[in-house]
């Protein structure tokens, strides 16, 4: 059965960091393209960074760009997303979602899986 779960959100400070992972079961996550992606309340679900299955080649919007960092371990199956100077705009349940690509997308509807979502809240 295919799987994504992520997992590391929680409450930090503004400044702060956390890092998230997407750990994948049932595949093997090296073949897939791999997105984060985060909807806060009442806004459309937003395209953070990808990574692609080949050379690993990355992509950020540009409201994360500087900040966030993803990078994949393929021998756990995992991809993560370290997110530093985080900011209260941050604020929003975070998903991973995969797709047997060759390139990766920031568009929601281009990936088939996707995991259940870890919420982080950056408040003091």
């Known amino acids: 059965q295919v799987q994504l779960v992520e997992s590391g959100g929680g409450l930090v400070q503004p400044g702060g960091s956390l890092r998230l992972s997407c750990a994948a079961s049932?595949?093997?996550?090296?073949?897939?393209?791999i997105g984060w992606f985060r909807q806060a309340p009442g806004k459309e679900r937003e395209g953070l960074s990808c990574i692609s299955s080949s050379e690993g080649s990355t992509y950020y919007a540009d409201s994360v760009k500087g900040r966030f960092t993803i990078s994949r371990d393929n021998a756990k199956n995992t991809v993560y997303l370290q997110m530093n100077s985080l900011k209260p705009e941050d604020t929003a349940v975070y998903y991973c979602?995969?797709?047997?690509?060759?390139?990766?997308?920031?568009?929601?509807?281009?990936?088939?899986?996707w995991g259940q979502g870890t919420q982080v809240t950056v408040s003091s």
């Open positions: 979602a995969a797709e047997r690509a060759y390139y990766c997308s920031a568009y929601p509807i281009t990936y088939h899986y």
């Open positions: 049932g595949f093997t996550l090296g073949n897939y393209a």
